[in-house]
């Protein structure tokens, strides 16, 4: 009798390494976007208006992402990125004037994406659905206008969507999700559809990944500016699966 219970308790052990092992993922990467403006800032008081050079720039981007056995916890996905956009700013903009100068928009963005797993490689597919918390951390500034440099940092909630779909008998994968919110007269998307290849190695497997990112913000927040930008182009990173 004490044997069986032993071989139970052992056969049990292994079961729910076995779950838990399957349960328990990691992964994180990081990469270049090469990303293309677009848009204009404009001033709320006075008729200045900054346009985009729409000249494209290699920007750094990382995440990473745990998925957890625990029921009801949401998972957890983080995300960084910047991009910046040179313009030129004609008009007055409301404390100062402008007359064709040259300005520069940069923007760090960190993605706090609690998530849940709605299909978990079900038929080589999965679909995760969550919130974005966007945290954003902007600066402006005109060349050779004293005192024009504006900073912000605000909080942006959003939808967030993502599916996968793992092809059958190859190393590769096909990959898409979205991060939505309107409100008033802001609306912002980030949206993002990539290919990856997988190296087959035990423990760590290394990836790389090359994918399509468009992304939209058009908000009022930045004091007296109202920022309808745009971000578009391939980028392509190297991945860790665990």
């Known amino acids: 009798m004490n044997k069986n219970i032993k071989v139970a308790i ?14 328990l993922r990691a ?8 990303s293309k403006p677009s848009g204009e800032i404009k001033a709320k008081s006075g008729n200045g208006i900054d346009s985009s050079k729409e000249d494209s720039q ?3 981007y990382a995440w990473a992402y745990f998925k ?6 949401p998972n957890l996905k983080v995300e960084y990125s910047n991009v910046e956009n040179e313009g030129r700013a004609t008009g007055n903009f409301s404390s100062y004037g402008t007359s064709g100068q040259s300005s520069d928009f940069t923007m760090k963005q960190i993605d706090i994406i609690p998530y849940y797993n709605i299909l978990d490689n079900t038929f080589w597919t999965t679909i995760d659905l969550g919130v974005d918390f966007k945290l954003i951390d902007t600066d402006y500034e005109v060349s050779g206008i004293q005192n024009s440099k504006i900073s912000k940092s605000f909080v942006l ?14 190393p590769f994968g096909i990959e898409a999700d979205i991060k939505y919110v309107k409100y008033s007269d802001n609306q912002a998307y980030d949206s993002k559809i990539k290919i990856d290849y997988t190296f087959d190695f035990p423990v760590i497997q290394p990836a790389l990944e090359f994918g399509y990112r468009v992304q939209k913000i058009k908000v009022d927040k930045l004091s007296n ?3 309808d930008l745009d971000f578009s182009g391939v980028y392509a990173g190297l991945m860790f699966r665990f």
């Open 10 to 23: 052992i056969a049990s052990s292994l079961l729910l390494s076995s779950a838990n092992a399957d349960f």
């Open 225 to 227: 500016l109202e920022t």
């Open 27 to 34: 992964e994180l990467g990081a990469g270049s976007w090469l």
């Open 68 to 73: 957890h056995f625990l029921p009801l916890i």
């Open 157 to 170: 909630p959003m939808g967030y969507a993502r599916a996968r779909v793992e092809i059958p008998a190859t």
């Open 58 to 60: 290699a920007n750094f």
